[in-house]
């Protein structure tokens, strides 16, 4: 059978993953978590040195992408695990100071060709529900169905902030969670290559005050049958 693509983009920390999670469950589809890839190869790059809060090394960054080896696993509860190299780095993605570069390394073009095929091979072979920025628009612009998620910055900023307390108590402070989220935003929405936008067929979910049962049954009323 044709494989079905459903893309979840909108910005940061809007609840995309948990819904896209979900969706791919109930249906049988493969989930992508496509911030993930970009996050695993920035964490490279800070290791060695090729990305800090005062700048990138793109050359750098980019001869090394040869030598990635990007893949997801599933723990024995059945959570996504990001693999980086052989290396399990689920929780080491999730630091602030992968946060801090993820978007300066994901304006690379470079990285972004490689990703962006390596997503598009996953949709020719498997159904897939694929969360990020630019699903809808370059990845599966022929997708079946897009959904754009949109949230109340200080609802996402909350939930994030509690996410991060909850994995490493009292590593980082809400302010500074939300000033991030807000200047990921600005730096996805304002690159040059793929930024993320709205897509014209996109159908705009907004998760700021409604429970995740309601925004999944929203998301599931939408999904094209057979
Ligand atoms: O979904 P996330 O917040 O984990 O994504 C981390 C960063 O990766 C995000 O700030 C921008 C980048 N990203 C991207 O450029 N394109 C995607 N499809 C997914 C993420």
Redesign the pocket.
Known sequence: MTPIRIAVDGY??TG??TLAKRLAAALGFLYI????M??MVALHAIRHGWASPDGINAVAINASLEQLHLGFARDTQGRNRAILNGEDVEEAIRSMDVSRV??AV?SLVPV?RRLVAQQQAMGRSHSVVM?????GTV?FPDAELKLFVTADADVRAQRRFAEMDAANPGSVSLAEVKSNLLQ?DK??RERLD?PLLLADDAVVLDNSSVSPDELFDQAMNLVPRR
């Open positions: 940061a920390s995309k993953s978590d496509t911030g993930a970009y996050r993820v978007s994901s972004r969360d990020g920025r630019d699903i990845v990921r730096e996805d793929s």
